[in-house]
Each structure stands twice: as structure tokens, then as C-alpha cells.
């Protein structure tokens, strides 16, 4: 008799373990195959690959730029210089999250994007005619940051000066040169094998393409609110506002670098017109109460969109004589953290660290 | 006198050593490659010597941090403990030295718990009382202990009583609404596996998700009972196998599969273990079991029972807090609560001065990603980082009148929500063992059965 009840689970336990195997026909409707592949082939491609592109041409304008400048010293040859500088300093804000792969391997957003600027060590290097960039010391007195401070830190004539000056000149191109070498070498690798690697890795453990997306949308996310918009505004200083840490003091541009970023980020999150994953949490099924999870997703970056363009001056001036207004855009932008980083991964069933974990 | 009888059969009647020099082989062995693995991972350097700042368990916050050569040295002898083990070598000592370096790391941060560290740590404990290196050992070769063939029955039913704790106690804590009708998690996390050969097409489904979870639950409670009884067992260990590998597949659960495969073995008469161990050309003769039994003393049958009442009413203490322990998690830890609930959180620390201006901490300034993870879901974590940070302030002029944090959970893929009270200064408490009332209820019903 006992002998026979324990047959009986077992033969009912191993037909669910079977069940699992073979199985019939699934029935349900929700159990619609999301193409994984096809949405990062979509982003590898349309979006970061493009993104490497676009900046890697207008730094071929820029290249042709400092060349017309070598030859003419003119107001009119510096303004196209920086006009150039400038919107391959926003084409960047569009590569900034995608920080894995070949850009990690280049370590590319801190060599090429870290603010606030340390300008006491840019004059001191230039002072001592030293163009070297890679030690630790350095590591805040390169990349766009500094090429904006050659560029825009003084008015027009004494720029159009301080150029002539062979120090200065050959500090802004050994950054220029670091720049473009180190975006053509990240750009060459999308245009590679890593592109097809990228979209075929659909796992979803630490390391996999979903992952890493996840994750560096997240951490670049986070930079925006933060270094972007939370440190300038006092959030970490007790409220003292601290203007001399925005992204682009000189050329007044933090603003639109940080509506770049924010565009950026949601279409890689879009997928623009492809597929994203806002696709991919609609086909999971995704809500977030009674709605849409991605649909609340894209409210938010709407949200954080509208009140980035609230801000009528640049944010330097924002700060000190609106900025409750900063303030607006700030929390949209803290509200809409809690959706990318909380309720996406964890709707995604994605591993965002490689470390073992048994799920409590 | 039928109880008696019955209690003697399972502690004090002999019965053959093999089953237990066959699982203290193994144990030793999975430990060796669980501690190489750790270490060629770079884990030591990133989970132990990396982060600034450390959680620990309350109660033992006094357990002291070391050097990073000091902690690679604590590694290297864990690992010639778990070899000792294995080989049966000095096998006291490196059962003592494997526990105490294997559970001084545990101690060190919290934010790695896992539910077979525990496991490890307890058997750890367990085999430096448990004579296994009688049999097939280099300790009886060198003549420091002497053959033999059997051994008390508490020394094999102490390690079978943790794994059916193990498995029966997962298995409780599945009887729940989320998983049963809900097949909440596995309905989020097996849609992110539909990558894998063979089965991968079957993930998305909703109804895998059911299968898996009535599968998970029915496996996890009936698995000692087939393991114990005989006809069933070899069954049952083909299904131990089936269970841990498509586990090991498809989550990161580390070396878990490999030590219950290992592990469950010691379910096996004798005679199999017997058979194994001539296979491998283990033949020594020594005299064959008498089938007496052993005299225990009166106060090691009070610490047995003390030790068997100890492991089964710590998982139940979360029945002493109000609320749903899976949102709060007070008590839920040493629970064998394995892969049971998806969570993610993201806290928001605030330090606030006493003008009332306020600081917004950046976590990455403090913690690594795990540890941000983690303490974004687990209350007493919360409370560590709101000290530590108002030390780490005050050292740099800033005196915190409080520390306050918004903090936002999702469970089981409901909306995230707030955690805990907004306006709660978390560092005007200590942890302890009261309800911590600061943690906002969970207002659906999830509770266990």
C-alpha cells in the first residue's frame, strides 16, 4: 500500500518534470517568442553603431576645421572650428551609454567625457608643453571638456591669441587626436564582427547583450541626473549650489548635452522605429499597475524631456534665478530611475552582476 | 518504548561508515573547486577587498575585517581544509580550520548570503564532530586513527536531516499565492531563458511557468521522503539530477546543483556506497559492522537535540513578525527560501543636516553594484548604510540631524512601490530583533499557507 503511494508521486512528479520536457501544445497566448535578436540587431545597428558613425564623421569635419584654422587664424575659422567641436561634443552624448564592449575596453566615456574640467592641471600642462593623457592625473583634464575650455574660456580675440600659442594649440590637438583615435577604434569594432556578436548574445546573465544594455542605459542615466543636473544644483553639497560643475561651462551648452543624453537613452530604449524595449516589455506582458509598463517608461522620459525644455537659459543661470525649474527636471528625472532601474530589470528577469545568487 | 526504539535506530544503533566517507570525499572536493572558482573569479578582490564598506549580520558586527594578504591566506586555508577533508587528512584540524575560514568570510559582508553558504557552514560544523576519516582516509594510512567500519547513526542521519530540512523547508516556503497561482517569479525569469537548447522554445509560455512552479513545489517537499525509502530512491535521484541541472542552466545559483547532487548521494544503502568505493579501488580490510550500537552520553544527546530543535525553529521566526516576509524579509534569512521571489529595488539616502539642508547620496560613491542591489531590498542593510553614512559625513564636517531615504520596491513584478516611511530617520535606530515598524505594509495577500 505505502509502497504504491510513493509510486504514485513519483510517477506524478517525473510526469511534471516530463511535462516540462515534451509537453502539448502550449495554448496560452502570452507565450508569444519575443525576437530578441531582431531588437538588438535593431540597437547594435540603427542606434549605437549609427551613434559611433555619425560622431566619428562630424570629428572628420572637426579635423578639417582645426586644418583651415592652421592656416587662417580668423575669428570666422575659430567660430566654424567651434560650431564643429560643439555638435560632435552632442553627437557624443548619443554614444555615452553604451559603455561595454569595445567602448569599455577603450574606457572611452571617462577618456573622452569627464567633467567638471580640472583647469588648473590643462594651464599647468600646457605651461610645461606636456601633451601626454593617459596618467592618473590627467584623467579630468582631457576629452571634450578640454577642447570646450581651449576653445570657449576666454572671448573671441584672446582665444583666437592664446591659439596661436604653440602650447595651447598642440594641447587642444593632442586631445582632439585622442578623441577621434579612440571613437575610430570603437566605431571600426561595431562596424565588425561585434555588431553580430552583440545581437546574437540574447542570454540573459550578467555579460549578455540585455545585460549590459540594462545596465550602462542605467548607469549613464544615473550621470545624466546626477553629474549632469543633481551635483550643479547642490543635491550632494546640502543644497549650495555649485555651478562651477556643470558639463560645457564656457560654451553654455550643458543643457542641450543633457537633453541629448536624455534622447539618446530613450531611443535606445524605443528602439526609434525598430524594435526596443518597450517591445520587449509589452510582448513580457510588463504592466505597471493598470498600464503599460513601457508606456509609463516613455511618459517619464516625456516628462524629463518637457522639463529639460522649461529651462529657458543655460544652466548656470537656471540654477541661480529659476531653479525651482531645475528642480522639476531633477525629480522627473529621479521618478523615471526608479521604472529604468527597478521595475525594467526585474520585469526582464536580467542579471545585472555576475555574482551567484539564489534569488532573495 | 516504540519511540525509543525508534530514536536509537537513528542515533546510536552502528551502522556502515561508507555512505559517510563517500559524502565527506565529495564535500571536500566540491568545496576545493567552489574555493578555486571563487578565487580565479577575482571575487575575493571584488566582493571582499574592493568595497569600502561592509554589511554584516546583526550580532556580529564585531567580527573583525583583515588585510588583503591576510584574507587570501584565510582562502588558501580554506582550501587545504576542504582538501583535508577530502583526503581525510589530519581531518579534524581541517574540518575545524575549512568552518571557521568558510564562515569568517561569510561573516565578513552579508550582502553575499546565499542559502548553501549556510548549508556549508552548518556541515562544515557538523563533520568536525563526525568521524569520517575512519574509512578510505590518509589519517588511518598514517595510523592516526583507526580503520573502521561503522559508525553511530547520527553521524550519517545528522547530514541527511539537513538536506531533507533543506528540501522540505524550500518546499514549505513555495505553498504560497505568488507562486502556486500566480507562477510568480519563475513567469518573469523563464521568459528570459527562451535562448536555451532543447527547452528554450517552451519559456515563454505561461503555462512552463505553471509546470515549473507545481513541478519546483511538489519536488521540493516529496523529494526526502523518495530519497529515504528505497524503491523509489534511484528515481528520485534521477530526478535530484534532472532538478539541479536544469536549475544550474538556467539561473546563476553558483555550486548549489553540485553540492545537493553530491550531497544527496549519502541517501544510498551501503552496499552502493561499498561498490563505489571498490570501483575507485577502495578495498581495505577491516572488520565488518557489528550492528551493536554506541553509548552517548547525556549531554551529546541534549546537544544533538538542541542542534535538530535549533535548525528547525530558526526558519519559522518570521512567523513572529506581522506582514509578509517576503516583502519585509524579517526572519527570512537561514530559511532555506531559495529562488522564491524576483525583487529590485533603488533607495535614495538623504542625509539631512541640522539646518535642515539636505544631502542626496550618490550609492555608487559607497557601494558596489551588488551591494547596492542589495541593500536596496533588505531593511537592516538600510539601517548599516544610514550609520555609516552619518559617520562618513560627520568625518567630513557634516553633522546628520537624521537620515532618511526613499526607497522603492517591486516584488514579483508588481509595481514598484515605497518600502519603508519617507520620513523615518533610520539613524536614530539599532537592528535588533523588534518588528521594524518603518517598513510600509504589503497590502496583498502572499502570505504562506
Redesign the interface.
Given at each position: 500500500m505505502l509502497r504504491s503511494i510513493f509510486f504514485s508521486v513519483v510517477i506524478l512528479v517525473s510526469a511534471f518534470q516530463l511535462s516540462s520536457c515534451k509537453g502539448p501544445e502550449p495554448v496560452d497566448p502570452s507565450g508569444e517568442s519575443f525576437d530578441k535578436e531582431a531588437m538588438l540587431q535593431n540597437i547594435g545597428e540603427n542606434i549605437i553603431s549609427a551613434s559611433y558613425d555619425a560622431v566619428s564623421q562630424k570629428l572628420t569635419e572637426v579635423e578639417g576645421k582645426i586644418g583651415e584654422f592652421e592656416l587662417e587664424q580668423t575669428e570666422a575659422k575659430l567660430n566654424a572650428l567651434r560650431t564643429s567641436v560643439m555638435e560632435a561634443h552632442l553627437l557624443w552624448q548619443a554614444c555615452s551609454p553604451f559603455e561595454f564592449g569595445p567602448a569599455a575596453e577603450q574606457n572611452l566615456r571617462l577618456s573622452v567625457n569627464t567633467f567638471p574640467l580640472d583647469t588648473a592641471r590643462v594651464n599647468q600642462k600646457i605651461g610645461q608643453a606636456d601633451y601626454s593623457l593617459d596618467g592618473t592625473q590627467d584623467a579630468a583634464a582631457k576629452g571634450f571638456p578640454a577642447m570646450e575650455f581651449l576653445l570657449f574660456s576666454e572671448e573671441d580675440s584672446i582665444v583666437l591669441q592664446q591659439l596661436q600659442n604653440e602650447n595651447h594649440w598642440a594641447y587642444f590637438k593632442a586631445n582632439f587626436d585622442m578623441v577621434q583615435t579612440k571613437i575610430a577604434v570603437v566605431n571600426d569594432a561595431w562596424k565588425g564582427t561585434y555588431r553580430s556578436d552583440f545581437a546574437q548574445n540574447t542570454g540573459s546573465s550578467a555579460g549578455s547583450s540585455i545585460s549590459l544594455l540594462v545596465n550602462q542605459l542605467n548607469y549613464d542615466f544615473e550621470l545624466l541626473k546626477n553629474a549632469k543636473i543633481g551635483i550643479p544644483l547642490g543635491k550632494k553639497t546640502l543644497g549650495i549650489t555649485q555651478t562651477d560643475k556643470i558639463e560645457a561651462p564656457f560654451s553654455k551648452q550643458s543643457l542641450a548635452l543633457a537633453s541629448a543624453n536624455l534622447v539618446a537613452i530613450k531611443e535606445a530604449f524605443t528602439g526609434k522605429e525598430s524594435q526596443g524595449f518597450d517591445d520587449y516589455l509589452d510582448a513580457l506582458g510588463a504592466k505597471y499597475n493598470q498600464n503599460d509598463l513601457s508606456d509609463e517608461i516613455i511618459a517619464g522620459f516625456e516628462e524629463a524631456e518637457t522639463a529639460l525644455n522649461q529651462i529657458a537659459t543655460d544652466l548656470a543661470s537656471a540654477i541661480e534665478n529659476e531653479p525651482s525649474k531645475v528642480e522639476t527636471a531633477h525629480t522627473a528625472l529621479q521618478n523615471l530611475v526608479v521604472l529604468l532601474k527597478v521595475d525594467m530589470p526585474s520585469q526582464l528577469g536580467v542579471q545585472i552582476t555576475y555574482q551567484d545568487n539564489d534569488g532573495d | 518504548m516504540e519511540i525509543r526504539r525508534a530514536l536509537h535506530g537513528i542515533t546510536s544503533a552502528k551502522v556502515s561508515i561508507a555512505p559517510l566517507v563517500t559524502f565527506r570525499v565529495l564535500f571536500g572536493l566540491i568545496m576545493l573547486a567552489s574555493v578555486i572558482r571563487f578565487w580565479l573569479?577575482g571575487?575575493i578582490e571584488t566582493?571582499y577587498i574592493e568595497p569600502s564598506f561592509h554589511f554584516k549580520y546583526f550580532g556580529f558586527y564585531w567580527v573583525p575585517e583583515i588585510s588583503a594578504t591576510g584574507l587570501y591566506m584565510v582562502f588558501a586555508i580554506m582550501a587545504i581544509g576542504a582538501l583535508g577533508i577530502a583526503l581525510g587528512a589530519f581531518y579534524r584540524i581541517s574540518a575545524v580550520l575549512f568552518f571557521l575560514s568558510f564562515t569568517y568570510v561569510e561573516l565578513l559582508d552579508a550582502t553575499?548570503?546565499?542559502?548553501?553558504y549556510y548549508f556549508v557552514s552548518l556541515v562544515g560544523l557538523l563533520l568536525i564532530f563526525l568521524p569520517a576519516n575512519r574509512l578510505h582516509a590518509l589519517d588511518v594510512k598514517l595510523g592516526f586513527a583507526k580503520a573502521q567500519n561503522e559508525v553511530a547513526a547520527w553521524a550519517i542521519n545528522s547530514i541527511k536531516f539537513q538536506l531533507i530540512l533543506v528540501y522540505f523547508l524550500a518546499g514549505l516556503a513555495k505553498l504560497n499565492a505568488d507562486w502556486l497561482l500566480n507562477a510568480m517569479?519563475l513567469a518573469?525569469?523563464?521568459?528570459?531563458?527562451?535562448?536555451l537548447p532543447?527547452?528554450g522554445?517552451?519559456m515563454?509560455?505561461?503555462?512552463?511557468a505553471y509546470?515549473?512552479s507545481?513541478?519546483g513545489a511538489?519536488?521540493d517537499l516529496?523529494i526526502p521522503?523518495?530519497l529515504i525509502?528505497k524503491?523509489?530512491r534511484w528515481?528520485?535521484y534521477i530526478?535530484v539530477i534532472?532538478?539541479h541541472v536544469l536549475t544550474y542552466v538556467m539561473?546563476?545559483?553558483?555550486?548549489?546543483p553540485f553540492i545537493m547532487m553530491g550531497a544527496t548521494l549519502i541517501f544510498f544503502s551501503a552496499g552502493f556506497h561499498q561498490k563505489v568505493h571498490a570501483f575507485f579501488g577502495f578495498h581495505q580490510k577491516v572488520a565488518p559492522v557489528s550492528y551493536g550500537s554506541e553509548r552517548l552520553s547525556y549531554p551529546f544527546k541534549i546537544a544533538l537535540a538542541a542542534f535538530v530543535a535549533f535548525q528547525i525553529l530558526i526558519p519559522f521566526r518570521h512567523v513572529l513578525y506581522p506582514g509578509n516576509p517576503f516583502w519585509h524579509?524579517q526572519g527570512?534569512?537561514f530559511g532555506w527560501?531559495?529562488?522564491?521571489?524576483?525583487?529590485?529595488?533603488?533607495a535614495?539616502f538623504k542625509v539631512q543636516?541640522t539646518q535642515g539642508?539636505?544631502?542626496?547620496?550618490?550609492n555608487?560613491d559607497f557601494l558596489t553594484?551588488?551591494q547596492e542591489?542589495m541593500m536596496?531590498t533588505q531593511a537592516d542593510f538600510m539601517l548599516q548604510y544610514a550609520d555609516f553614512l552619518k559617520a562618513h559625513y560627520a568625518k567630513n564636517g557634516?553633522t546628520a540631524a537624521a537620515v532618511k531615504a526613499d526607497v522603492?520596491?517591486?516584488f514579483n513584478?508588481r509595481?514598484?512601490r515605497r518600502f519603508i516611511d519617507a520620513d523615518f530617520d533610520l539613524s536614530s535606530v539599532r537592528d535588533g530583533f523588534e518588528n521594524k515598524t518603518w517598513i510600509l505594509p504589503f497590502t496583498e495577500t502572499t502570505s504562506e499557507i
Open positions: - | 573569479n571575487w566582493q553575499y548570503y546565499l542559502n548553501h517569479p518573469i525569469w523563464l521568459p528570459a531563458q527562451d535562448q532543447i527547452i522554445w517552451l515563454p509560455y505561461k503555462t512552463t509546470v515549473f507545481w513541478a511538489l519536488y516529496f521522503l523518495l525509502v524503491p523509489t528515481l528520485a530526478a534532472v532538478f539561473f546563476q545559483i553558483g555550486m548549489f524579509e527570512y534569512r527560501r531559495v529562488m522564491l521571489m524576483e525583487k529590485a529595488g533603488y535614495q543636516d539642508n539636505v544631502i542626496e547620496v550618490d555608487r553594484p551588488v542591489k536596496s557634516v522603492y520596491v517591486t513584478g509595481a514598484s
